[in-house]
């Protein structure tokens, strides 16, 4: 059989892009978010308690990756800037979709953008789209195993954000178990135990989100 050279590997040709998109937003200081979890790990709900708080004193555009737009219209009403990326039932973004939406924002308005990836803890992982940083969101009900299961998400998290603590006391949920498995794939990754439905936690959050924010803008100004 004759051999097939492969010139060029698809994955290089989407981090290049994530790459060129990345330099966009450091060049109108604008700090970017990829949001991922698992389905009905509260990624929306932590997307818009976040751009609840933050809304009155950040400029916040929203994208979301999915096949209808009922969690966009969800976040429209908060009277941010939103769009829809149709992944036509794929089950991760990638640099090119998030490319071509990504013209629909207006950059030089604003601060911080939140990219809502597709609900699944495996494909995503794979996938650069230019965001600055990868927050992980997993729930005290999908269970405290979720780190041994899923490394690759666990591992290139920046953020782990553990959501739904409300129901720490009704679940039967290892918090030791789950913090030593991200600790042996992920050491001193910035960790927020939060509730999405009464807000504990997430003042936390905030504060950091705030910083990182106020980071990338003085890195544009200096």
């Given amino acids: 059989m004759p051999e097939i050279e492969v010139v060029e590997d698809i994955m290089s040709v989407n981090d290049r892009l994530a790459a060129q998109m990345q ?4 060049a109108a200081g604008v700090l970017s978010l990829n949001i991922m979890a698992s389905p009905g790990g509260g990624k929306t709900s932590i997307t818009r308690r976040t751009i609840e ?22 976040i429209a009403k908060l009277g941010v800037p939103t ?8 089950c991760h973004l990638d640099a ?15 601060d911080l953008l939140v990219i809502e990836n597709v609900g699944n ?10 965001a600055h940083v990868n927050v992980v969101i997993a729930s005290v009900p999908e269970g405290s195993d979720k780190p041994y299961k ?3 998400m666990f591992r290139g998290a920046h953020v782990l954000i553990l959501n739904k603590i409300d129901l720490l006391p009704y679940i039967d949920f290892d918090l030791d178990y789950f913090r030593h498995g991200v600790e042996v794939l992920n050491p001193g990754v910035e960790f927020f135990p939060v509730s999405a439905k009464t807000g504990e936690g997430f003042d936390v959050w905030i504060d950091w989100l705030c910083a990182q924010v106020e980071t990338k803008k003085a890195a544009v100004s200096s």
């Fill in 23 to 26: 330099s966009q937003m450091n």
């Fill in 53 to 74: 708080a933050l809304k009155d004193d950040l400029r916040i555009g929203y994208m979301d990756g999915d096949v209808v737009e009922i969690d966009a219209q969800h």
């Fill in 83 to 90: 769009t829809l990326i149709n992944t036509g039932g794929d």
């Fill in 96 to 110: 090119n979709k998030v490319s071509l939406a990504l013209p629909r924002m207006d950059l030089s308005a604003l």
């Fill in 121 to 130: 803890l495996i494909c995503p992982a794979a996938w650069k789209i230019g």
């Fill in 150 to 152: 899923y490394p690759a």
